[in-house]
């Protein structure tokens, strides 16, 4: 996926070997630590060709041998998630900074001096739209709520089943942009062609979206989505009231994520077990208390940082300068 996305916007792509370490039986260690040497060692010969003179870290474990190889080179670790990872808590030995999404996440890293809380950076082309030309981009109306599902970049299987248990009631109350992952698409598509007409008119099926995604945003009065890293920046910046469900086969950060959120009064959770039965009753609660889900709006736009992306290309660039004229002193 990470490929699909960096080509897109004509960036230059290198993949390394990596394998994760933690909680891996016995019988795959030895091939995951092989991977992990051959990372280290494909990492050495990107930075002998590139000369960087930065290294930038997002977490997870493809990062590690970049880390190790790179340990030299100054370092900047940003932190997406509210509570870290292993990965990361391991990669914050080599950070000369490490970069925040909120400052709850610091409890983390305690005796680290070069933190920054810079928000979580979200691309450049999702610009806020105005509600009606958003909507007639994406062919709807203004006679139902709209409300936006968001899987993640592969989709959300348990997402998608509870909305196909419950897609007749739901499009008789909303219109619902859906993005279903790859793949999901076909079985959706093929539940959308038996629907009476008006009811899928009302259904605006998507695998993913790109260039549109601001429209679909910029469309909604509730997301229902899972809580990566991404619904820190995302839903603040559009101030989008949220359904959240944490994907619950991983370790806790997305779990984690969205109680930030729903302590900030800015969204609900729901639990992947519970989202069948309790979909419809939940959004109906919502969509007929205004007053919450203004409520919901503001304290969901209060959490916005728009310029993140700005203060963590600032803490890379100050990085640099700084490495250079360590570089001309020694010279």
């Known amino acids: 996926m990470e490929a699909q996305l960096v080509s897109r916007q004509i960036i230059p792509f290198r993949s390394i070997p990596a394998a994760g370490l933690h909680g891996v039986g016995l019988r795959s260690l030895p091939g995951n630590l092989f991977k992990l040497a051959q990372g280290i060692s494909a990492s050495a010969q990107i930075i002998r060709e590139f000369q960087p003179d930065v290294l930038l870290f997002t977490g997870g474990y493809i990062a590690v041998p970049m880390a190790l190889a790179g ?36 409890q983390f890293f305690p005796g680290k001096r070069n933190i920054a809380v810079t928000g979580y950076p979200i691309r450049s082309d999702l610009k ?11 062919g709807l109306s203004n006679n139902l709520p709209v409300l936006l599902i968001v899987g993640g970049s592969k ?27 790859e793949l999901d698409w076909p079985e959706i598509q093929a539940q959308q062609a038996q629907l009476p007409a008006e009811l899928a008119s009302r259904h605006h099926i998507f695998p993913y979206l790109h260039e549109e995604m601001a429209a679909a ?51 609900l959770m729901l639990e992947n077990s519970l989202l069948k039965d309790a979909l419809m009753p939940t959004l109906h609660q919502l969509v007929s208390d205004q007053k ?16 993140a992306a ?18 001309k002193v020694r010279a």
Request: proline letters at 5%; charged letters at 20%; aromatic letters at 6%.
């Open 71 to 106: 340990r030299n080179i100054p370092q900047l670790l940003y932190v997406p998630d509210i509570e870290p990872g292993l990965a990361i808590k391991g990669l914050s030995r080599f950070a000369d900074v490490i970069a925040l999404t909120v400052s709850e996440s610091k």
């Open 128 to 138: 806020k739209i105005s509600r009606s030309a958003a909507r007639k981009q994406m």
């Open 155 to 181: 989709g959300a299987r348990l997402i998608n089943q509870a909305i196909q248990h419950n897609l007749t009631d739901l499009l008789r109350d909303f219109q619902v942009i859906h993005l279903t992952g």
């Open 217 to 267: 945003f910029s469309s909604a009065d509730i997301v229902l989505s899972r809580s990566g890293g991404s619904t820190l920046g995302e839903l603040p910046f559009y101030g989008l009231p949220a359904i959240l469900v944490p994907y619950p086969f991983a370790w806790r950060y997305q779990k984690v994520n969205a109680d930030y959120l729903v302590d900030k009064g800015a969204a």
């Open 292 to 307: 919450r889900l203004a409520s919901m709006q503001t304290a969901m736009m209060s959490l916005a940082c728009p310029d």
């Open 310 to 327: 700005a203060k963590i290309a600032d803490l890379v660039l100050d990085l640099a300068a700084a490495a250079n004229a360590k570089k």
